[in-house]
């Protein structure tokens, strides 16, 4: 369990070294005490500050990994951003993340790299995301309850700048592209099957005359 001496803890929280010695006194909220007498705080009374949820325990062989993606290679700097913020996340929590995994594709194509390597891996606890169109553009929960049942919780920090809106466009682009395309072969079948119909009726070779 990660520790905070006071001075870390109170910029931590934002709170005054003094507020936190009267809490202290007071019993508001009771630092642990070093064997030279001196005050520290665990990163379970850190979360009770601010108001988050417990941490769940992850087990020694499950490791934390970020995921982050961009659409194109000409968004390397929004990538690098996404990295940066969630690095800083997660240390300001307490969290030692063991890899960051990032891909470079659409959030509707299921084939990313490291997208799969989180969908099939037996060591990861906890997947640590941006927003949630950072894994897929559609179809999220259905992903998050998949992995919840395979032991892998995602943590969404819900940065919307870090959701570019350009990638909506282009995701809706390629969804008309898509369907235009079917549309198109639908329309070229129907044509191939009217201009079949209206062929002469032909006698198979093995038939005669009566």
């Not at 063991?98 to 990861?124: C, H, P, Q, W």
Request: charged residues 30%; aromatic residues 10%.
């Amino acid at each position: 369990m990660r520790t905070y001496t006071l001075g870390e803890f109170a910029r931590l929280t934002g709170k005054a070294t003094s507020t936190l010695q009267r809490w202290d006194r007071t019993g508001v909220l009771t630092a642990h005490r070093t064997m030279t007498n001196r005050r520290y705080y665990t990163h379970d009374q850190y979360l009770s500050v601010m108001g988050l949820p417990p941490q769940p325990a992850t087990a020694p062989d499950k490791r934390i990994v970020i995921y982050a993606r961009v659409s194109s290679r000409n968004q390397r700097d929004d990538l690098a951003n996404q990295e940066r913020f969630l690095r800083q996340w997660a240390n300001a929590r307490g969290l030692i993340v063991d890899e960051v995994l990032t891909d470079i594709g659409s959030g509707m194509n299921f084939k990313r790299k490291n997208f799969n390597r989180i969908m099939y891996a037996d060591d990861i606890a906890q997947v640590i995301i941006a927003h949630k169109d950072r894994l897929t553009r559609f179809g999220y929960d259905w992903f998050d309850d998949y992995l919840r049942r395979r032991g892998v919780t995602i943590t969404v920090v819900n940065n919307e700048q870090l959701s570019p809106q350009e990638e909506l466009v282009q995701d809706l682009v390629s969804i008309i592209h898509v369907f235009s395309s079917r549309i198109h072969g639908l329309r070229r079948y129907a044509k191939e099957v009217r201009e079949d119909e209206s062929l002469p009726h032909r006698t198979r070779p093995d038939q005669s005359a009566n």
